[in-house]
């Protein structure tokens, strides 16, 4: 099995030392792109896609470059060619579900593993669960930047500023961290676990999503004062026939599961008929989790044992998601949808969906829902 890679940074450095290190039976890599010509000796790496995608030799596509473009076109452009393809891009996945139709008219492998939850098995065991069974729903903490900075608020009473500077320190945040903190790269893998859960394609767009960027002082006293923290939460489940899907910050009681996972730790939560509820835990994010479940989902192309995609189509996404919810505001909300005031600025509300709400939300409020 030939393998290129198509980025070498953190994930890609991760693949090719798990590889190498382990000696993976069957699995060569033998081109690796890079945006800038590397100083080193190992022929291998390359600045041309041409003398990869020209390759008849190579039959499978590690893609580890991040962002949209160049990357969905040579991963297009791969799958065209009759290349299967493994990818960690949840963005250009989530915005682009075009591939996967692609993928399976091709009769080749697209492969995600790694854009989702970092190294934990997510996406395969979503796929396997609803070969027999109906998932009722899904949710989790996925993503591990914001994780990171609420777990350092509330565990080690440091400011948001301070833990998102530690973050990007260990370079679990990126330089311009508003993917994570303003909730759409959960959106992203929202959308993934969608597709694998439900076999429905999701438009990004029809999610509703608010991160923490606009978590405040009087919010992180409020969780204190009543025994609870804030954690970012996807989620997305069935209600009356309706398909609902937010991302929304959560108030959790200490003691929970929730409020157990914490620094870059993810946690998956499937509800389904039969098999019941199961929950995963594991890192979410890193060099060698992330490599990991890339070398997964190349070992079962390897074995002839991928996971399979049932695309049913585009569905619209509805927020009929009920729950009583914290919000800060300046603003206008009707009092029958206010359960108690908290100050002049924010209040509970009572049990209502979330579209009830959103019609007078501002961008600059806070919102999040109470367990």
């Known amino acids: ?134 998932i009722l729903s899904l949710q989790g903490i996925f993503n591990g930047t914001s994780n990171y900075i609420l777990s350092g608020i509330f565990e080690e009473d440091i400011s948001f500023e301070d833990a998102l500077f530690k973050a990007q320190e260990f370079g679990f945040a990126e330089a311009d961290p508003s993917d994570d903190v303003c909730g759409h790269d959960v959106r992203y893998k929202v959308c993934i676990a969608i597709l694998a859960a439900f076999g429905k394609i999701a438009r990004e767009e029809q999610i509703f999503a608010r991160g923490i960027d606009h978590l405040s002082s009087r919010e992180i006293s409020y969780a204190r004062e009543n025994d609870m923290v804030i954690k970012l939460i996807g989620q997305a489940g069935y209600n009356e026939g309706k398909l609902s899907a937010c991302v929304l910050p959560h108030f959790v009681t200490k003691g929970s599961l929730y409020s157990c996972v914490g620094g870059n730790d993810n946690l998956c939560i499937c509800q389904s008929k039969y098999l019941g509820k199961l929950s995963l835990i594991g890192q979410g994010a890193g060099s060698y989790p992330t490599g990991h479940s890339i070398l997964q989902d190349l070992i079962d192309v390897r074995d002839k044992r991928a996971y399979e995609w049932h695309i049913e189509g585009e569905e619209e996404i509805f927020q009929d998601i009920e729950a009583e919810f914290y919000i800060s505001s300046d603003h206008f909300f009707p009092e029958e949808l206010i359960k108690e005031r908290i100050d002049e600025s924010s209040f509970l509300s009572r049990k209502c969906r979330l579209c009830d709400l959103m019609k007078y939300l501002k961008e600059e409020d806070f919102i999040a829902m109470m367990e």
């Open 1 to 134: 099995m030939n393998v290129a890679l198509l980025g070498h940074g953190t994930v890609g450095k991760g693949v090719t030392d798990i590889i190498e290190n382990e000696k993976i039976e069957g699995i060569r890599i033998v081109r690796i792109l890079t945006r800038t010509k590397r100083e080193n000796n190992d022929e291998r790496f390359t600045v041309d896609f041409g003398q990869i995608i020209n390759d008849e030799t190579i039959d499978t596509i590690v893609e580890c470059m991040g962002g949209e473009e160049p990357a969905y076109s040579y991963v297009k452009e791969c799958l065209e060619k009759g290349k299967n393809v493994i990818s960690a891009n949840k963005k250009m996945l989530a915005r682009h579900m075009d591939l996967f139709e692609l993928a399976k008219e091709r009769n080749v492998k697209l492969l995600v593993e790694a854009s989702t939850a970092g190294g934990i098995p997510w996406i395969r065991n979503l796929c396997d669960i609803s070969r027999d069974d109906s």
